[in-house]
């Protein structure tokens, strides 16, 4: 797999191996609706989306490795424009009752959409910051959508697909964070908090602000996904407790990832670009992009429906959920290699979903190159087909019946059950005992 992996979270392995201290019941019970749902989408959107480069991280003195083809020659240069990209983004074909209707038809079942990336342009109508998408300088600032958060998650609730926030923690543009007139060095904030709490205090705020408003404002939020993993780390401590105390009461049952962090606002682990070798402790979540990069680049690579297929296989049958990303174009569309990925995703789920979704890891088969789940007493295998004309399994004879979730033919012979690959590129089995 070609990869291009960026160094913007430090993943936490301690994190991982944690097990849960006391939750919420609302907050237990929510988790176990969220390994049902098994797939999502996450939409990486903003401002980078016009200078196709890798998200915001050009912005970051320190990231060298976001400037490796520079989109300008010096760095003041590079922010000075990229400040600017509000009056120039435009996304006059976003349509999200569109991309809402792809999404079901993939089989996602939720969506979290970056509401604010560490640039710290806000897609979403804030009161607390004039760099935003709605603002008179931004030139969407009077289409009818807008409020772009807004209109994505009303498209989403009305196909049914659940709807979570992106937000990072950091924020490159508010003052309180980076200080107009002091030398940022790096991704964090251009002080040291605990040399100047009263500059910190008014940052903590303004997060918690942002925070209550987009779960005030804009309907059912099921999950905030945190990012920005040096924030809430070393001494950039912002005022969790107090701060999802706030939001609890607004959403009691909202899943909180205070991503790569650990503890107990971590109601869920998310490995970045990878499949872990160990399943994490707690409920977990793979976030995979369909090309190289999160955002969107113009000419990205992107992954064969092979390699989606087996992250997706491999996720589950360890117990996770897969949530793969998507970065629409400037002008609102999302790219084409995405939706023909996504669209060959939807056709294989629609046959063979049942062995995906509501299902939980099992011990009870294992074979090479399968991968197993299990709902209730019915165990699934799956196993992918390039090359092959006909795949196998040995089981044993306690199994009294073994279908193809596509509905064709299966040989058993002294317990070897046999399946024409038809030129699927994985197939899926039910097995019973009964």
């Not at 640039?119 to 409020?147: E, L, W």
């Not at 969790?240 to 869920?268: A, C, F, S, W």
Request: proline share 5%.
């Amino acid at each position: 797999m070609t990869t291009n992996i960026r160094e913007d979270v430090e993943e936490n392995d301690t994190a991982e191996r944690e097990s849960y201290g006391e939750i919420p019941f609302q907050v237990e019970e929510k988790l176990k609706w969220f390994q049902d749902q098994k797939i999502g989408v996450i939409f990486h959107w903003g401002l980078y989306a016009e200078a196709g480069i890798v998200e915001s991280w050009q912005l970051s003195k320190e990231d060298e490795w976001a400037r490796g083809k520079s989109w300008r020659k010096d760095l003041d240069t590079l922010r000075k424009d990229y400040w600017a990209l509000n009056q120039v983004f435009d996304p006059v074909n976003f349509n999200p009752e569109e991309w809402a209707k792809q999404a079901k038809a993939t089989g996602f079942k939720y969506m979290i959409f970056t509401t604010k990336h560490h640039d710290g342009f806000n897609m979403y109508d804030t009161k607390y910051s004039d760099y935003k998408i709605t603002a008179s300088k931004s030139k969407f600032h009077d289409h009818q959508k807008a409020d772009i958060f807004k209109h994505v998650t009303e498209a989403f609730r009305a196909e049914n697909i659940a709807t979570g926030a992106y937000y990072s923690k950091a924020d490159w543009h508010c003052p309180y964070y980076w200080v107009p007139g002091q030398e940022a060095k790096g991704r964090y904030a251009s002080y040291d908090p605990l040399s100047d709490p009263e500059m910190w205090g008014k940052f903590d705020r303004f997060v918690e602000n942002q925070l209550v408003e987009i779960c005030s404002d804009y309907g059912p939020i099921d999950i905030l996904w945190l990012d920005a993993g040096w924030v809430n780390s070393r001494n950039e401590k912002l005022s969790m407790d107090k701060i999802v105390q706030k939001l609890r009461k607004i959403k009691p049952d909202m899943l909180i990832v205070d991503r790569t962090i650990g503890g107990k606002h971590e109601n869920y682990v998310t490995p970045e670009r990878k499949v872990p070798e160990v399943p994490p402790t707690k409920v977990w979540e793979s976030n995979i992009p369909l090309a190289n990069n999160w955002g969107y680049v113009p000419n990205d690579t992107y992954k064969s429906f092979d390699e989606i297929l087996q992250y997706l296989l491999q996720v589950v049958a360890l117990g996770g959920n897969i949530i793969f990303g998507v970065g629409p174009k400037p002008d609102g569309q999302l790219p084409e290699e995405a939706l023909i990925l996504m669209k060959e995703l939807g056709k294989w789920l629609n046959t063979y979903g049942e062995g995906i979704y509501g299902t939980r890891p099992t011990n009870q088969l294992s074979a090479p190159e399968w991968y197993f789940t299990a709902k209730g007493n019915t165990i699934y295998g799956f196993t992918l087909t390039k090359g092959k004309e006909t795949v196998s399994l040995k089981i044993d004879d306690s199994f009294k019946r073994v279908e193809n979730l596509s509905g064709t033919a299966i040989k058993i012979n002294e317990g070897i059950v046999t399946v024409a690959t038809e030129n699927c590129p994985a197939v899926g089995l039910r097995l019973n005992r009964s």
